[in-house]
């Protein structure tokens, strides 16, 4: 599976939350809302979640293995370090 596009929004705001990206895989599946997030130690991604009733987020699409996590994690967080980011911010979140 090859990511075949990565869109990028900047977040407004000074918080540790900086992205939100829509990726596209083999030009034919879309996840939206992956995170770019400033962590103690760099940048990382944050698959889209949700809340349970329990209160607990769950990721509701996630890398299965490993490996590919590092390579969509690398290659999301390189378009974002290239400055490759759509026009205009979303607000950041409440």
């Given at each position: 599976?090859?990511?075949?596009?990565?869109?990028?929004?900047?977040?407004?705001?000074?918080?540790?939350?900086?992205?939100?990206?829509?990726?596209?895989?083999?030009?034919?599946?879309?996840?939206?809302?992956?995170k770019i997030i400033e962590g103690k130690t760099g940048l990382f991604i944050a698959m889209p979640s949700r809340k349970t009733a329990s209160g607990e987020y769950k990721d509701v699409a996630h890398p299965i293995s490993p490996e590919f996590r590092t390579v969509l994690q690398d290659t999301i967080i390189a378009e974002y370090e290239a400055g490759h980011v759509e026009s205009g911010t979303v607000p950041a979140e409440d």
């Open positions: 599976m090859q990511v075949s596009e990565i869109r990028i929004r900047k977040v407004e705001g000074e918080g540790k939350l900086k992205a939100y990206v829509t990726v596209t895989f083999d030009s034919c599946f879309v996840v939206h809302n992956v």
